[in-house]
């Protein structure tokens, strides 16, 4: 009985240091992440869900760390053969709207100018300001496979 409940209670511990959430308003975001840098990369990126549980639209207008010289919205997209990779000026959040930014689809926070490597294991804050629900402060894990080339360059 005892062994039970001591697993219990480290897989309830696991799953907390890994499910990070953060609520500003009725907008509510889930698991910050960003991917390792690759050696003599100067651009990062970080991946989050948006997720709007109110009634009324909402938007991301920027969002910002000390871990880079500059932090932009960036939507990338297929234009015929070629990914285009364009600064947004932010993120609509509609009323029950789920945004999923994932790598190589859809919207990233862009990391211009990095100040130090990112890698797995690391921490490092994120503020994102919205339109109504205001500034959030949310802490982005590096984790998974080294960023493509793509963000390398860009």
Request: charged letters at 20%; hydrophobic letters at 45%; a positive charge.
């Amino acid at each position: 009985m005892k062994f039970r409940f001591a697993l219990a209670f480290v897989a309830a511990l696991a799953l907390q240091a890994h499910a990070h959430e953060y609520q500003a308003g009725d907008v509510h975001v889930e698991h910050p992440t960003a991917r390792p840098s690759l050696p003599g990369q100067k651009n990062g990126a970080a991946y989050l869900t948006l997720e709007n549980k109110g009634t009324q639209a909402d938007r991301l207008l920027s969002a910002s760390s000390t871990v880079a010289q500059s932090v932009q919205i960036h939507s990338m997209k297929m234009e015929g053969d070629v990914m285009k990779m364009r600064e947004a000026d932010g993120i609509s959040l509609a009323p029950a709207a789920k945004v999923a930014m994932q790598p190589g689809d859809g919207y990233h926070i862009m990391l211009l100018g990095l100040k130090k490597p990112l890698k797995i294991g690391d921490k490092f804050p994120l503020t994102l300001i919205f339109e109504k629900a205001g500034k959030l402060d949310v802490s982005v894990w590096v984790e998974g496979k080294a960023a493509s080339a793509t963000h390398a360059h860009h």
